[in-house]
């Protein structure tokens, strides 16, 4: 085989862009391949909550069992560790503390010493950790979101779960990541912004963390702000991504007519006079739900913009009176990308979609501009904004609610994805205008079939004559990492080579698994199709 006369340090290039399934072929061709792959295959290792409610019943601890039968330690090379799970609603079920308060006060779930026990999940964890060298793990993950960029000498593990965290892997007095992991650099994590076990079991302690570079919260409430307080007050000069999301407001206790920030004063320690740079090395920051007012000029002073390049803001209360204060206070911006999702209900959407465009002219250089807005603001105002970086921008994605109609593309010979977006819950609960209940039989397979009005578009989308360059059309919702990935649709170009059988259209057809381009070219635009979320990553019910 030609490819073992290659130097060993080139082989493992190559075989690190190959695909999974593919490595696990050649290992079992090769002990030279399996020698050199194992290390690739176990840099990710998954595991996997099948049932969104029952999550300890249906953990699946297969790899995790094989791995501990190992001739050798094989979890030494894992680099990226995630525990997850699909998950749509906020349900105390899933939680592995769904206790009543008189079973925990009567010291059911409790040891000798007063600690909470393990479950299922809790035990699998740290059989896990268990394998791993002191100081091995540089990130951690309890989280729904990735990171792109990392270096291979980095290990990641990711919680997927939106549940509260167990105090045995996060807490000051018997966490076991900062007992032998306090070296980590990274923390994701989704959690359980309603569970009312917080007073009682405790917030994750994240002082430890020394070295951490990168940390995003979803599901916060009031109860983590003291812990974030800590946090921030050791480490937050190093910080340089920054995602904080609150999913609901009243988890937070925002009232938008009060005087006080709850988040301002107790999270980061601050008063409304107070013109202090608490995060000078951000890069990246994303806020979700994160109130600005009537901080909005200290909060200016926070986050330092030297050398923030990425700055998303979805949904929160103030934004544009944060951004009208950077604005003054910073003669230089280095944004690279932008992201401003308008306020739901807000009473002066006009004066928002004002302030954005003075923004939008106070530099240049953006290459992604996502906005979402709410309200009448003239399309074409914010159009004429983006020109501004007209010749960087390589992504614009302008989601508006307005019944005027969208002025033609001027540029159909760059078009390569139209994306349609729709709502994901409302694709689980009504009925569609893509899709047709019905399917037909193919071969004796069930096939989808779009509607009549759907396939009229798609065909006129995919004709040469109209937009020669498309190569994807895209519907549904793609946000919050595929999510609701079930009810999307992908559509392409029918190439001449496609079987007749398999057609969906004179001009398009489904897009299918086999087609490494199209995926590559939906994973380059993975940014743009999922910006501006219309729902949470967790539904709270009242």
């Known amino acids: 085989m030609l490819l073992t006369l290659l130097p060993v340090e080139l082989l493992i290039e190559i075989l690190s862009q190959v695909s999974r399934s593919d490595l696990k072929r050649l290992c079992e061709v090769s002990k030279l391949f399996n020698k050199l792959a194992t290390p690739i295959l176990y840099r990710s290792v998954v595991i996997k909550a099948e049932s969104e409610v029952s999550l300890e019943e249906s953990l699946d601890t297969k790899l995790l069992n094989i791995t501990c039968r190992h001739s ?15 998950f749509h609603d906020l349900t105390h079920k899933r939680c592995s503390r769904n206790w009543d308060f008189n079973n925990y006060y009567s010291g059911e779930f409790q040891n000798e010493d007063g600690d909470i026990l393990m479950g299922k999940l809790e035990q699998t964890i740290i059989r896990f950790l268990e394998k791993l060298e002191d100081g091995q793990l540089c990130n951690f993950r309890y989280i729904i979101t990735t990171f792109e960029a990392w270096s291979p000498a980095d290990l990641r593990e990711s919680w997927e ?21 306090n070296k980590i650099k990274s923390i994701q994590l989704v959690m359980d912004g309603s569970c009312y076990t917080h007073d009682f079991v405790g917030t994750p302690d994240l002082t430890s963390f020394q070295n951490l570079k990168c940390l995003s919260l979803i599901g916060l409430n009031q109860f983590y702000f003291e812990s974030l307080w800590g946090t921030f007050n050791g480490i937050s ?24 920030n709850y988040f301002a004063e107790e999270a980061l320690g601050m008063s409304r006079k107070d013109k202090i740079c608490i995060f000078p090395s951000l890069r990246v920051l994303l806020l979700s739900r994160v109130p600005f007012q009537p901080f909005q000029r200290a909060m200016a002073y926070v986050f330092g913009f030297t050398h923030l390049q990425s700055l998303r803001l979805q949904l929160c209360p103030g934004w544009e009176g944060f951004l009208a204060h950077v604005q003054h206070l910073n003669s230089q911006i280095h944004l690279k990308t932008l992201e401003v999702q308008h306020t739901m209900n807000c009473k002066d959407s006009m004066g928002e979609g004002k302030q954005l465009l003075t923004f939008l002219h106070a530099f240049d250089s953006l290459e992604e501009l996502f906005v979402s807005t709410s309200g009448p603001s003239s399309a074409v105002d914010l159009w004429h904004a983006a020109l501004k970086h007209g010749a960087t921008l390589k992504r614009f994605i302008h989601h508006q609610r307005t019944k005027h109609l969208l002025a033609p593309c001027a540029a159909k010979h760059l078009l390569k994805v139209l994306h ?29 079939k779009v509607t009549t009005k759907f396939h009229h578009f798609a065909e006129w989308i995919f004709r040469p004559e ?6 994807v059309l895209a519907t549904g919702d793609f946000s919050h990492n ?48 999922a910006a501006c979320p219309t729902d949470s990553i967790l539904e709270y019910w009242a």
């Open 72 to 86: 050798e330690n094989v979890l030494r090379f894992t680099r990226d560790f995630q525990i997850t799970s699909s």
């Open 161 to 181: 779960l939106g549940t509260c965290i167990p105090e045995q892997l996060l807490s000051s007095y018997n966490g076991q990541l900062q007992a032998k992991q």
């Open 237 to 260: 000069d190093q910080l340089q991504e920054l995602e904080l999301d609150f999913v609901d407001w009243q988890a937070i206790d925002y009232d938008p007519d009060s005087p006080e």
């Open 420 to 448: 349609i977006r729709g709502s994901g819950s409302d694709a689980l609960k009504y009925k569609s205008f893509i899709m047709q209940r019905d399917k037909y039989i193919n071969n004796g397979k069930e096939c989808p």
């Open 466 to 471: 109209d937009f020669p360059s498309m190569k």
């Open 482 to 529: 595929g999510q609701y990935s079930k009810t999307n649709v992908i559509l392409c170009q029918r190439e001449v080579s496609d079987p007749p059988k398999t057609i969906s259209g004179r001009f398009y057809r489904f897009a299918k698994e086999s087609d490494a381009g199209l995926w590559l070219l939906l994973e380059t635009y993975s940014s743009a199709l």
